[in-house]
């Protein structure tokens, strides 16, 4: 039985689509069809059923990834029993954008005097995508929004900061109401295609407001910069940051309004990579209760 139909057995049941689950992979649905016939026929039992346009799984299937989620998880032990006494090589980050600037360097800092002969790679990206790239074995933590959906046993999630929903105005205009503010002032949209910018979307629906837009961007640093500029006010998740801290920007908020987001950090609890990624943990808790830095 190939491990990896394994793998794509959990992602159809997860997306609950074929086609879904082929372009995550990167591979023809036909292809996904015929990994999940070669594993029904090594187990002898259908383990896929159609109910509409979704995939679910039979009784069997649910059993089959049931234990293949324990099967893998060892898989990824033994390997990573053979690698953990080494504490060199890549540590691999997958980071949201607005995460980059709020805790990320205090935990690059003290992970580099910890361990120096680790080097570590960030690259950004958005929540979805990065939990495919760890599922891929792509990326070996990802700094992401809480997902909507109940991960599978294999991986950690550690919350870092829930975040409400504020308006970001000049300091010239701290007296005025955010609604007001959203009504009147020219609007710079945070990415709509961003977990954030569709709670901004939704609160701007819920209250009927149809601003006056100017700019759409995904860089919180960014939209932070043309307001302390004075070129309109946003609406995006109360982000703490040294950068933005220092513009003549104003964080105002919503009042009675519990739209926030959650982010964090999840991870495969036995990989290769592990003890890299127990080391990022350590550190990454150590910033989180405030203890003094190291470097």
């Known amino acids: 039985m190939e491990t990896d139909f394994l793998k794509t057995l959990a992602l159809v049941a997860e997306t609950g689509s074929m086609a879904e689950a082929s372009r995550r992979l990167s591979i023809t649905p036909a292809a996904v069809a015929h990994q999940l016939r070669a594993l029904e026929k090594d187990v002898g039992a259908p383990l896929t059923v159609r109910a509409g346009r979704s995939v679910g799984l039979t009784t069997e299937g649910r059993t089959v990834l049931s234990h293949s989620q324990t099967l893998l998880s060892e898989l990824a032990e033994l390997r990573a029993a053979v690698h953990r006494p080494a504490m060199q ?6 980071v949201i954008n607005s995460a980059l600037n709020v805790f990320i360097p205090d935990v690059l800092g003290r992970y580099a ?3 120096p002969d680790v080097r570590v ?9 990065l939990f495919h ?3 891929e074995d792509q990326i070996d933590i990802a700094v992401c929004q809480a997902p909507p959906f109940t991960l599978p046993k294999a991986f950690g999630w550690i919350p870092v900061r829930e975040e409400p929903l504020v308006v970001w105005a000049h300091e010239s205009l ?11 002032q020219p609007f710079i949209r945070y990415d709509r295609n961003l977990g954030g910018g569709k709670q901004a979307t939704a609160y701007l629906q ?3 407001i149809v601003p006056d837009e100017k700019f759409e961007l995904d860089s919180l640093a960014t939209i932070a910069l043309l307001v302390h500029r004075r070129f309109g006010v946003s609406l995006v998740p109360d982000v703490s940051s040294s950068l933005i801290d220092s513009l003549d920007v104003v964080a105002l908020p919503l009042g009675d309004d519990t739209s926030r987001r959650t982010f964090g950090m999840m991870w495969k609890r036995s990989t290769e990579q592990s003890a890299l990624v127990d ?17």
């Not at 790679?121 to 995508?129: D, E």
């Open 89 to 94: 090589g890549t540590l691999r980050l997958g």
């Open 206 to 208: 819920k209250h009927d």
């Open 133 to 135: 790239q760890l599922q």
């Open 121 to 129: 790679q960030v690259h950004a990206g958005i929540s979805h995508k």
């Open 174 to 184: 701290r007296r005025r109401t955010p609604l007001e503010l959203l009504r009147t």
């Open 279 to 295: 080391a990022w943990l350590a550190e990454s808790r150590a910033v989180l209760a405030g203890e003094p830095s190291r470097f």
């Open 113 to 115: 005097v910890a361990r």
